[in-house]
């Protein structure tokens, strides 16, 4: 990786740090408050679907977006309007406006994830794409590793206006910092009036081993987004302890990132087989059934320092696989579509999940988001003789 390459991402890795520090100062306190004002799972987890309910509906418009314009102002921009938005949540404590102001932020963040697509290649360059990504994760792994212990701490002792202050001011230096970014890969500008997702589905259609890799990923987020949606009502009810020993769980999960993205940029060469991909979604559904057996807190925190691993490399390669073999004016799209997938998965999981809890209990809505991920990924695998290549074949050098 060249100096440009190297001082491009280096920023941006930092930038987005910032802006991921701050936001789980949000997620705590508004998950917590949610919680405490209403007692119900269901409507926690409502809370947190509505995060990402614009990843489906505004994914339309973010990616051509994306495409068309220089992805740095459209990043910048973006967390501008989150800044601004954010102050929103001092209003009051009302949970019809934390549910608002959730859609509202991440309608940004549609835009930031897919200029993200574009921007990644165009930052350091179209070989180096997988030692980037890894290099990302590592970072915000990095910065988030004492994110959720100080975030859990502040919530349970100070007022919340001081943690959505504090989240209002850590857009704003990302903002900045996509003005020193640099261009290493010739920019191809998508088509003029071509403003939906149809060609980027093409292409996904065309890949049918990426077409699997999206299917097992959308099974893996289904459940991991149920056990999510559970894990602060977990924490406080079973565990008996609350925002507290769930940073120590959050922090653990982020300092996996920091590791395993630290691994895969320096020893990527290792991990290239395409077998580890639905072998890391298994896995993951493992871990979360772990939950359901241990009333332990470190046990707890433990599972999900694994959780983080299995996590940062599935979306480390899957991102790597879209950035880098979608064409330069489809990157944007593509990476719209997949979020909009993404989100779909969460959004039934994280409402399926707290339905199932509401009635049966949370280890039961813990239960059987763990069996519905193993029994959708087991699926997925038996049915690869109906996909033409296997997962990975068309183009291995992704990695």
């Known amino acids: 990786m060249d100096i440009t390459s190297n001082r491009n991402l280096w920023i941006y890795a930092l930038t987005r740090a910032i802006s991921a520090f701050g936001s789980q100062f949000q997620f705590f306190a508004v998950t917590s408050l949610t ?4 007692g119900s799972p269901l409507i926690t987890a409502m809370q ?15 990616g051509p977006v994306a495409d068309r314009f220089d992805p740095r102002k459209v990043t910048a921009i973006a967390l501008l309007l989150q800044a601004v938005v954010t102050l929103g949540y001092l209003l009051s404590k009302e949970v019809a406006l934390f549910i608002v102001l959730n859609f509202l932020v991440n309608s940004c963040g549609v835009f930031i994830i897919a200029a993200k697509g574009a921007l990644v290649p165009q930052m350091v360059g179209k070989e180096q794409v997988f030692a980037a990504n890894a290099r990302l994760a590592s970072v915000n792994g990095a910065s988030q590793l004492l994110a959720p212990i100080v975030a859990g701490y502040m919530v349970m002792r100070m007022q919340p206006s001081s943690v959505f202050l504090f989240n209002s001011f850590s857009y704003l230096f990302p903002a900045v910092g996509m003005y020193f970014i640099r261009q290493v890969e010739v920019r191809k500008l998508a088509a003029k009036g071509k403003n939906s997702l149809s060609e980027a589905w093409v292409f996904v259609r065309h890949h049918p081993s990426l077409l699997t890799a999206l299917g097992l990923y959308g099974a893996y987020t289904l459940g ?3 056990v999510n949606a559970l894990f602060y009502p977990y924490c406080s009810d079973i565990l008996g302890r609350g925002a507290d020993i769930m940073g120590w769980n959050v922090s653990s999960y982020f300092g996996a990132f920091l590791v395993t993205g630290f691994v895969l940029e320096r020893w990527g060469k290792f991990f290239k087989s395409p077998k580890l991909l639905p072998i890391g979604f298994l896995a993951g559904a493992c871990v979360w059934l772990g939950y359901t057996i241990t009333r332990s807190p470190l046990m707890s925190i433990i599972l999900s320092g694994f959780d983080g691993i299995v996590y940062t490399y599935t979306v480390t390669r899957l991102d790597t696989w879209i950035q880098q073999d979608a064409p330069p004016e489809l990157r944007g799209r593509v990476s719209a579509l997949a979020q909009a997938w993404d989100a779909v998965a969460t959004i039934s999981g994280q409402l399926g999940g707290g339905a199932i809890a509401t009635s049966l ?4 809505g813990m239960r059987w988001s763990s069996a519905a991920t193993l029994g959708l990924v087991t699926l997925i695998l038996l049915s690869r003789q109906a996909v033409q290549r296997p997962v990975g074949a068309e183009r291995c050098h992704a990695d």
């Open 35 to 38: 919680y405490s004002i209403t």
């Open 48 to 62: 947190m679907a509505a995060s990402g309910a614009p990843y489906i509906l505004l994914a339309r418009w973010a």
């Open 224 to 226: 991991m987004w149920s």
């Open 361 to 364: 209990g949370i280890l039961s």
